[in-house]
């Protein structure tokens, strides 16, 4: 059980178009998502928190305008990188968590999604 | 404010001895502690978590991990390393608060040498 599903797993797109990445939980419901970007041989690092039905609560430094973030349902969560650039290539992976669960329960992650922006 | 740090970016073992990635954690409150795994080009895994109890912690593919207070410490041992176990292998903490975000290390990428 638990099963987070992301896609695409690959993406590879052209400098100033958008791409939008999905995350699904498959088995349970979510409310909230989280959002990570790993760069090469490195952690991850929280970009956003994504609440069903709210905003998302973005960390310091990351430009909401930039990556949107959609939580339309307590099993759906989008990143969209809107006009995408050369620097914003990278792995970006979302993570959920059994509503409710409480903190003491584990993050459930999806594969991730490479992005390559050329 | 918490924080991990895990010692080693690289771990190197040969098949069939004793895995040991080191984790320290930083926390202001009682931490729940983490360790995932993480394959190419691939989502994270769960090993094993501490949140209260024992503090030796077993988890699946015969990995193990001793929470120790007074040395702020969370390793992660395996008796016998398998070829199966190269990856990159990430330290985790959070609050007992009921936030949901996990505060991650920087990563060990364990080779295993046949």
């Known amino acids: 059980g638990a099963v987070v599903s992301q896609h695409p797993s690959r993406v590879i797109c052209k400098s100033g178009t958008s791409v939008k990445i999905e995350c699904r939980s498959l088995d349970f419901q979510a409310t909230t998502m989280f959002w990570y970007r790993q760069f090469p041989k490195q952690s991850l690092m929280l970009m956003a928190t994504?609440?069903?039905?709210?905003?998302?609560?973005?960390e310091q430094g990351v430009e909401k305008d930039k990556f949107l973030i959609n939580h339309a349902s307590l099993t759906l969560s989008t990143l969209t990188v809107t006009s995408a650039h050369p620097e914003d290539s990278s792995f970006y992976i979302c993570?959920?968590?059994?509503?409710?669960?409480?903190?003491?329960?584990?993050?459930?992650f999806g594969n991730g999604t490479r992005l390559t922006v050329t | 404010a918490q924080s991990v740090t895990q010692l080693g970016s690289h771990v190197s073992v040969s098949e069939g001895a004793l895995v040991l990635l080191r984790c320290n954690y930083s926390s202001s409150v009682p931490p729940y502690l983490f360790w995932y795994v993480q394959y190419p080009n691939q989502g994270l895994q769960l090993l094993l978590k501490y949140t209260t109890g024992a503090t030796l912690v077993k988890g699946i593919n015969g990995f193990e991990a001793e929470f120790k207070k007074s040395e702020t410490s969370f390793h992660l041992t395996k008796p016998s390393a398998h070829m199966s176990d190269a990856a990159e292998y990430f330290c985790?903490?959070?609050?007992?608060?009921?936030?949901?975000?996990?505060?991650f290390g920087t990563g060990t990428r364990l080779t295993v040498i046949p």
């Open positions: 985790a903490v959070s609050d007992q608060t009921g936030a949901n975000n996990l505060f």
């Open positions: 993570s959920a968590r059994v509503a409710a669960a409480g903190g003491n329960s584990p993050l459930h």
């Open positions: 994504s609440n069903e039905g709210s905003k998302a609560t973005y």
